[in-house]
Each structure stands twice: as C-alpha cells, then as structure tokens.
T-cell receptor, first 114, second 109 residues
C-alpha cells in the first residue's frame, strides 16, 4: 500500500511565525504535491515537484516555499504565517505522468494561524 | 477560465442509488478523476475516465461524455459508510489537475 504521511494532523501557530509542514512517501514516487483545501473551494495547488531539488509553482504559491532534498520528502514552508493561511494542507504523491496518474494523499494538516 | 461544477450537497437513503454529476469547461481534456474524501481524512482514488462511456467497479460506476463536458459517479446499494465528499478533477491540456469543490453526500437510514 502506498503511504503518505504528514508530520502533524493539527497545528496552531501565531502570525509571523515560520511554519514547516513535512510530507513523506514510501513508494519511490517521482512527483509530490502540496495543496490547500478550503470550504466551498476545490483543492488548490500550491507547489509541486517532479524530481529531487526540482519545484514548480502551482496556482497559489504566494507566501509559500518548498524544499525537496530527498525523493521521499517534500516540505512546505510558510515564511511568515498569516491568518489567511489558516487551512487544511494536503500532500500527495504520484508516479509517472504528473497530470494523469493517480495521486495518493496524506491525511492532511489542519493549520490555524492566530 | 477553467471551471468544474458539482452540486454542493446531496442526500440519499441507505440502499438506494445516487448519481453525482460533474460538468467541466477546461482548456483541453486528458482525463477525469473521481476521489472520495471522508470527513477529516485524505481523498482516495475511485476512478479515472479518459474515453467516453461507463466504467463499472463494484457498487460504483463512472460515466464520461467528452462532447458534453460531463461526467457522473453512480453509487448503488448505498451504505452509511458512503457518506463522504466526492471530488471531481479534470486533467487539462497542460496535464494540470483542475479540481471541483466536491459534493457532500449524506446518507440517511
């Protein structure tokens, strides 16, 4: 079974803090993704990576950065957290074609920024 | 712009059949996914359609009409555990996934 794990299920941070969200997959997938999920909106892609040290901006990269130093790990960084970044953050991974292959999701991190 | 439309919420009765529709307007088309997401959990893959027609997988079936920009997910013999959100996502011409907002399905006894 593919397993995608995220470092925290729930996180509470203060405005201005630097926040790290970690994601690890155990299936040797080339592609990894970070999304945020907000009520009434579809999943919105923040960043994705198709290889180690490679990263591409998604639809809403502002205020975020990412790091992929190892194939199995993809980190999302909020340089200076703001209240409008309160959301559910989902990590996913896939192999093969980055668009049309099934994505496997982690359980999500619910981040609250006060 | 690119757009995926799904009903926000649907209610059905245990044992019945429900059809969840998804219409899309995207720049190109390279396939359509359905995912299931239980409250507080990760989305999980249900189906992928790239050709027109119906694909059946147990109690779940997914239909695609590319000419109409339309898909539906059909759930038969509904069970309480089918209460979840169902997400439709389209792969556009750039192989980017465009996600709908999801349909929350409530199953009543």
């Amino acid at each position: 079974d593919v397993k995608v794990t995220q470092s925290s299920r729930y996180l509470v941070k203060r405005t201005g803090e630097k926040v790290f969200l970690e994601c690890v997959q155990d299936m040797d997938h080339e592609n990894m993704f970070w999304y945020r999920q907000d009520p009434g909106l579809g999943l919105r892609l923040i960043y994705f990576s198709y290889d180690v040290k490679m990263k591409e901006k998604g639809d809403i990269p502002e205020g975020y950065s990412v790091s992929r130093e190892k194939k199995e790990r993809f980190s999302l960084i909020l340089e200076s957290a703001s209240t409008n970044q309160t959301s559910m953050y989902l990590c996913a991974s896939s192999s093969g074609n980055i668009g049309s292959d099934t994505q496997y999701f982690g359980p999500g991190t619910r981040l609250t920024v006060l | 712009g690119q757009n995926i439309d799904q009903p926000t919420e649907m209610t059905a009765t245990e044992g019945a059949i429900v059809q969840i529709n998804c219409t899309y307007q995207t720049s190109g088309f390279n396939g359509l996914f359905w995912y299931q997401q239980h409250a507080g959990e990760a989305p999980t893959f249900l189906s992928y359609n790239v050709l027109d027609g119906l694909e059946e997988k147990g109690r779940f079936s997914s239909f695609l009409s590319r000419s109409k920009g339309y898909s539906y997910l059909l759930l038969k013999e509904l069970q309480m555990k089918d209460s979840a959100s169902y997400l439709c996502a389209v792969v556009d011409s750039n192989y980017q996934l465009i996600w709908g907002a999801g349909t929350k399905l409530i199953i009543k006894p």
